[in-house]
């Protein structure tokens, strides 16, 4: 399985952008798709995952109610949206494949990453 994630870029404290990442090769049924970020000098934290159902999806506290992730079971995409964004939430976003959870143990196979970068 191959990811591919796109979206990053600069933006103004406030702003909002769309990474998505979509998945190709030898993809498999009902699996989750989620997102994690790492920032310089941290540990790599998780963002949010989605169930290959929809009905199931979990968000960092550091993100409820600004980010929303979303995906397109027939183009095997997953997408997040990132509203109100903030300058601590500049990092290196990057997807993943693989169980449903929140530890970057679930996953199996990881995109290149995207930058975000959030200026004041």
């Known amino acids: 399985v191959q990811l591919q994630a796109c979206g990053g870029g600069l933006v103004q404290a406030g702003g909002s952008l769309r990474l998505s990442c979509a998945a190709s090769?030898?993809?498999?049924?009902?699996?989750?798709m989620g997102w994690f970020r790492q920032a310089p000098g941290k540990e790599r934290e998780f963002v949010a995952v989605?169930?290959?159902?929809?009905?199931?999806?979990t968000y960092a506290d550091s993100v409820k109610g600004r980010f929303t992730i979303s995906r397109d079971n027939a183009k095997n995409t997953a997408f997040l949206q990132m509203n109100s964004l903030k300058p601590e939430d500049t990092a290196v976003y990057y997807c993943?494949?693989?169980?449903?959870?929140?530890?970057?143990?679930?996953?199996?196979?990881w995109g290149q990453g995207t930058q975000v970068t959030v200026s004041s």
């Open positions: 090769g030898r993809t498999f049924s009902r699996a989750a």
């Open positions: 993943a494949y693989g169980r449903y959870g929140s530890r970057a143990e679930d996953y199996d196979y």
């Open positions: 989605r169930s290959w159902s929809g009905y199931s999806t």
